[in-house]
């Protein structure tokens, strides 16, 4: 958990975009680490929701959502599906708030990898 999250929980949003930004555009970016990066355009995408700033979380959701696809995170790009639905459907955008085939196929897939014994 970033200290972005632990903001976000006790409803600080303007320090938790803060931190996510900071720590999304100095450390991940700089050390190369993607999988970081596409988890702070995630949390981004979350704070951007909590204030109702739907087309930024949107945004953000699919700068992750790419990012996670480019590596095979399959979690990652679960989760941007699922964050995506409040999203789209804030914003009158029914259909793509609906699940697609594609994503209950990403469901089962991480359904069938978590019960799977994990050493």
């Not at 929701?49 to 953000?60: D, L, M, P, T, W």
């Not at 590596?71 to 699922?82: D, I, K, V």
Request: some cysteine; glycine content about 8%; charged content about 25%.
């Amino acid at each position: 958990m970033s200290l972005g999250n632990v903001c976000q929980s006790v409803s600080e949003y303007e320090k938790a975009r803060e931190y996510s930004r900071v720590h999304l555009l100095i450390i991940i970016k700089e050390i190369g680490d993607r999988n970081g990066e596409a988890t702070c355009y995630t949390n981004l995408a979350t704070v951007c929701r909590s204030v109702g700033e739907y087309e930024k979380a949107r945004e953000y959701l699919e700068k992750s959502l790419v990012l996670f696809k480019k590596m095979g995170g399959r979690n990652g790009e679960a989760a941007c599906y699922t964050n995506r639905g409040p999203v789209c459907q804030s914003v009158g955008e029914y259909e793509k708030a609906r699940p697609s085939s594609k994503l209950k196929c990403v469901f089962s897939n991480f359904a069938i990898w978590l019960k799977r014994p994990h050493n």
